[in-house]
């Protein structure tokens, strides 16, 4: 570009490459079109790709320090471990940070299942290894999958895991909070369990898991109350209720559902059937279907609102008071 000249025209934006042009379309018939036209002909994305960046962005922003989201159900079988892993890979494949999901079922948990089995280690012997000074010396204790989501399993023997308590829970965290940004905890089924205290008193958000049923509308908002009455307020009302279609079939009126929902919770999602969760076995993200796949950025997405409100004001002042 010649330089510009006393008297002489002004530079155009294009020549300063100030213009802002449509970014490439990445799938179907638009990219077709702007690829056959050599570029000349750029129609643009198309609405869902650019649902699917604004999802991505909200994914991605930047969280302050470490975020533990605890993840629970009143009952078994509702999908809880399968909604911890889906959104364990969600964070993991489009985050660039690490992503655990530490198994903290007293009861014989099955997250370990739902990943590679890279290790046989336990949350025990992480709890019994007293060299973990480096994020090497962590990672034998975690299988890392596709997504790279790693997988912290529960102790295998029922004996012994009966006996994980509130205090192995918070050793525990002490230190993956030294080496991971987001930390994904699998509850056991019900709230009494002594683990349950740690877990609640150390979390940053709370995901209520049901199933496609009224009656499990009741149990969330027992749940809740439950919550509320013991002193966890915060969680409450930024607590997201998650619907997982586990069978196929299964539907749900999302309206009739959310407003048997008294307590203000923050939002009620869906998972819809997907025959690759359905299987039982290591998850894929890849695998999953694009409405699955969407879901699960969904509840991602809205998790990372709060990552910019996790700093230390009111709610972890409440949040600190349960630690002590």
């Keep these: 570009m010649a330089a510009w000249e006393p008297g002489g025209s002004l530079p155009t934006n294009d020549e300063l490459g100030l213009v802002r042009r449509r970014p490439a379309p990445q799938h179907g018939w638009r990219k077709l079109i702007q690829r056959a036209s050599l570029g000349t002909i750029n129609p643009g994305e198309s609405q869902r790709d650019i649902s699917r960046k604004t999802l991505t962005d909200r994914v991605k922003q930047p969280v302050r320090g470490d975020y533990s989201v605890a993840v629970l159900s009143m009952k078994g079988g509702v999908g809880k471990t399968t909604v911890t892993v889906g959104l364990g890979a969600t964070f993991a494949s489009l985050r ?5 999901a530490f198994d903290a079922n007293p ?16 949350v025990r012997d ?40 509130e205090v192995d829970y918070r050793g525990a965290l002490g230190i993956l909070r030294r080496f991971y940004n987001i930390i ?17 008193g150390e ?11 009224m009656d499990a509308a009741r149990s969330g908002l027992a749940t809740l109350d439950w919550l509320h009455y ?16 586990a069978r196929p079939g299964a539907r749900l009126d999302f ?25 039982g076995s290591e998850v894929s993200f890849d695998l999953l279907s694009g ?8 509840l991602a997405a809205t998790i990372s609102d709060g990552f910019g409100t996790a700093g230390f004001g009111a709610d972890e002042l409440g949040k600190a008071g349960h630690r002590a």
């Design 184 to 200: 994904l905890t699998d509850c056991g089924t019900g709230l009494v369990h002594s683990t349950m205290a740690g877990i609640l």
């Design 230 to 245: 013991h002193g966890y307020t915060r969680l409450v009302s930024e607590a997201i209720i998650v619907v997982d279609c």
């Design 107 to 122: 009861d014989f948990g099955t997250l370990g299942q739902r990943g590679p089995a890279e290790t046989r280690s336990t």
């Design 255 to 279: 309206d009739q559902f959310a407003s048997s929902v008294h307590s203000p919770v923050h939002a009620v999602l869906g998972i819809p059937f997907d025959r690759h969760l359905a299987e």
């Design 291 to 298: 409405k699955t796949r969407q879901a699960f950025m969904e």
């Design 203 to 213: 979390a940053d958000a709370l995901v209520i898991v049901a199933a496609p049923a």
């Design 96 to 100: 660039g940070d690490r992503v655990i």
């Design 126 to 165: 992480l709890l019994l290894d007293n060299n973990v000074s480096r994020y090497s010396d962590i990672r034998r204790h975690t299988s890392q999958a596709s997504s790279r989501l790693e997988i912290l399993a529960s102790e295998r023997d029922p004996a012994v895991s009966d006996r994980f308590s």
